[in-house]
């Protein structure tokens, strides 16, 4: 049945990419006039720290992330099981003249299809809710990862998941379960009036399932953060208090939109 979702979610995702790449959420235009994609918590925790450096980037989309890292001067590898993301990411890549190795894959069969090991490891926002495993996940990130190597994640927070946001509500579950939450989404993040309604398949994981998937292989915290507010306007009813700095909810009593967490093998 895992298998049922994950495919149903990649059909998802092949669709979602065709709209996506217009979209002004992405802002394809400025970006391959050179603006990066990085946002301002992951940007400031990476840019000093990648150049020369090989980064494996799980989940990448369109890859715009992964010619960002690329452009500071990292060696990248990107991961996505949408081979329309992953064929719209190459395109991307040949036109801006970089040398990103991008890589058709779900998650749980990466070890198969890749490889080698990695100064870096990279993820970011919106990446965990799609997994049923994260224990499966996290091995995989410490397959990749060199000794002494540094895994770095930016991640929408699972408080803020559990709101449906549509009817500005409690809706989702904070904890785990096995049982993924089924439904049709009208549009999307990036553009809500798309012309697409597709089922899905999505997941609920704690902060504490996030740690101890990631602590049981071993690796080390050495930093873990949470930020009261979103770089991205992905939410309905979502407000830009500071500049691409973006809140749900009650401004006076802000809950956690974001976290990250960079821990070593």
């Known amino acids: 049945?895992?298998?049922?979702?994950?495919?149903?979610?990649?059909i998802l995702w092949d669709k979602k990419t065709a709209i996506h790449k217009d979209a002004e959420f992405y802002n394809l235009k400025g970006f391959l006039a050179g603006e990066t994609s990085l946002k301002e918590i992951e940007f400031t925790a990476l840019k000093d720290r990648v150049k020369g450096k090989s980064i494996l980037h799980l989940q990448c989309h369109f890859g715009q992330d992964s010619l960002s890292l690329a452009r500071l001067g990292a060696q990248v590898t990107a991961v996505d099981f949408s081979e329309v993301s992953i064929g719209l990411g190459r395109s991307l890549n040949e036109e801006l003249g970089l040398d990103v190795s991008?890589?058709?894959?779900?998650?749980?069969?990466?070890?198969?299809?890749?490889?080698?090991h990695f100064d870096f490891i990279f993820t970011s926002y919106g990446v965990l809710t799609w997994l049923p495993d994260l224990d499966r996940w996290a091995a995989?990130?410490?397959?990749?990862?060199?000794?002494?190597?540094?895994?770095?994640?930016?991640?929408?927070?699972p408080t803020l998941y559990m709101y449906d946001?549509?009817?500005?509500k409690i809706g989702y579950r904070y904890f785990d379960h096995t049982d993924p939450y089924e439904e049709?989404?009208?549009?999307?993040?990036?553009?809500?009036?798309?012309?697409?309604?597709?089922?899905?398949y999505f997941w609920s994981h704690s902060l504490a399932t996030v740690f101890q998937s990631l602590l049981k292989q071993k690796l080390q915290v050495i930093d873990?953060?949470?930020?009261?507010?979103s770089p991205y306007n992905c939410f309905p009813h979502m407000?830009?208090?500071?500049?691409?700095?973006?809140v749900f909810g009650?401004?006076?009593?802000?809950?956690?939109?974001?976290?990250?967490i960079e821990m070593k093998k």
């Open 250 to 260: 009650d401004l006076d009593n802000r809950m956690p939109h974001v976290f990250s």
């Open 1 to 10: 049945m895992e298998q049922k979702h994950l495919d149903t979610n990649r």
């Open 102 to 116: 991008f890589v058709v894959s779900d998650i749980y069969s990466l070890p198969e299809n890749l490889s080698g």
């Open 165 to 168: 946001h549509d009817n500005q």
């Open 224 to 229: 873990f953060q949470e930020f009261d507010f």
């Open 239 to 246: 407000k830009e208090v500071e500049p691409n700095r973006f």
């Open 184 to 200: 049709i989404e009208q549009g999307t993040y990036a553009d809500a009036n798309a012309d697409i309604a597709q089922r899905e």
């Open 140 to 157: 995989v990130v410490a397959h990749f990862l060199k000794p002494g190597g540094t895994f770095y994640m930016a991640e929408f927070h």
